[in-house]
């Protein structure tokens, strides 16, 4: 290794802000097949389905309507 290096011309990582955070979540087995026969069709992994669609729900700012019965 080097004893210096120049990071005169470094330039920040343009992918910064959309680092993800590894988590624990549990999610329902008929949820989880849900997204996986879509990402069969799709192409995409399931859990960048999953995802997609949550952060869809969160820039739409959808709220949960849930009425127990």
Same mark, same amino acid.
């Given at each position: 290794?080097?004893?210096? +290096?120049?990071?005169?011309? &470094?330039?920040?990582?343009? +992918? &910064?802000?959309?680092?993800? =955070? =590894?988590?624990?979540? #549990? ?9 996986? =026969?879509? /990402? /069969?069709?799709?192409?995409?992994? +399931? *859990?960048?389905?999953?995802?997609? +669609?949550?952060?869809?729900? &969160? #820039? *739409? ?9």
């Amino acid at each position: 290794m080097r004893e210096e +290096y120049d990071f005169s011309k &470094a330039r920040k990582n343009p +992918y &910064a802000k959309k680092l993800k =955070q =590894q988590i624990t979540i #549990n999610i329902d087995t008929e949820v989880i097949d849900f997204f996986k =026969q879509m /990402s /069969s069709t799709s192409g995409i992994p +399931y *859990q960048t389905l999953i995802n997609l +669609y949550l952060s869809d729900c &969160a #820039n *739409q700012n959808r709220k949960i309507n849930i009425s127990w019965t």
